[in-house]
Nanobody
Framework: QVQLVESGGGQVQDGGSLTLSCAASGSTFSNYAMGWFRQAPGQEREVVAAISWSGVTIHYADSVKGRFTISRDNAKNTVYLQMNSLKPEDTGVYYC??????????????????WGQGTQVTVSS
């Protein structure tokens, strides 16, 4: 059973930056695609970014393209989310998730099988 632990959340001003990390254990990390999702109060969980096992294929939500960068280090069993030019609408709980397969199977929560506990990101105006 994989365990995913997110870190790096916090509160920043509009236009600020944060880097989230997700450390995985209990599975062969490099065998699976990984994703970052977020959930704002009263809203559904939505994909932010996803990355294939090799890092070659990457998907971003339109709302974060050009501002966020997902990456992974398979030697460290860690996936990252660099967030720049943050906006108040980026506020939410950010979750790391492991895909069912090596390639990105989809961008819905159902396409990912294991989840971290989440880390809060708050962007104030």
């Amino acid at each position: 059973q994989v365990q995913l632990v997110e870190s790096g959340g916090g509160q920043v001003q509009d236009g600020g930056s944060l880097t989230l990390s997700c450390a995985a254990s209990g599975s062969t990390f490099s065998n699976y695609a990984m994703g970052w999702f977020r959930q704002a109060p009263g809203q559904e969980r939505e994909v932010v970014a996803a990355i294939s096992w090799s890092g070659v294929t990457i998907h971003y939500a339109d709302s974060v393209k050009g501002r966020f960068t997902i990456s992974r280090d398979n030697a460290k069993n860690t996936v990252y989310l660099q967030m720049n030019s943050l906006k108040p609408e980026d506020t939410g709980v950010y979750y790391c998730a492991q895909g069912h397969y090596a390639l990105i199977g989809g961008a819905q929560p159902a396409d990912f099988g294991s989840w971290g506990q989440g880390t809060q990101v708050t962007v104030s105006s």
